[in-house]
């Protein structure tokens, strides 16, 4: 089994987390995104889509996507949980699972995207498009501060997987200058605990 990867995505930090938070040991495979190593036949094989993470079982069946990798894991490795148990606990870590990669990580990729042209080789830069998309990034920063303001991680009162989401989005944000402002403690908050765990550093 293995991991196809990238050391400084946004997405495969996802799934390093994860997998660090379980203590699931993996080999990881690192592709030179910007030479374009996940556009090559032989990737896109595995990934039609050209993106990582992607992993690879040892009968050759491969899955992208990382929350569909994160939920084969959770479901052979349920300790520590982190989409939830109950009903209510695995739903609600959903919704915020989902606005945090839709509403935040999706933005914060457009804006890295369309502002430093990094992947001019396969896609039209458009600069404005990546100035509305840090602004909308922006935007969901002071949400997440609200939300915090009534609980100690983003789902509730326990860690999960739409903190590592929260988390490796707004690192990697930092890339297109925008951090979490001195106005808003509670995000700056969590944002010291989250990175205090050891699983941060995978
Ligand atoms: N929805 C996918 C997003 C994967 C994704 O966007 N991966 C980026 C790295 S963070 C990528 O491979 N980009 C390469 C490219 O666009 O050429 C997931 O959740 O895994």
Redesign the pocket.
Known sequence: MRMYS?KT????R?VRIFLAEKGIDMTYVDLD?KQ?D??TAEFMAKNMF????VLELDDGTCI????A?CRYFDLQHPEPPLLGQSPIEVATIEMWQRRV?IHLMTFV?FAFRHLTGF?AD?ETVVKPWGEESLKRAAAVYQLLDSRLSESRFIAGESYSVADITALCAIDFAKIVELRIEDSQPNLLRWHHEVSGRPSAQA
Request: net charge positive; aromatic share 4%; proline share 13%.
């Open positions: 990238s995505a946004p997405n495969p996802r995104l374009g996940n556009r050209a993106k990582v993470p992208s996507e990382t929350m990798i990669e990729g992947f396969r």
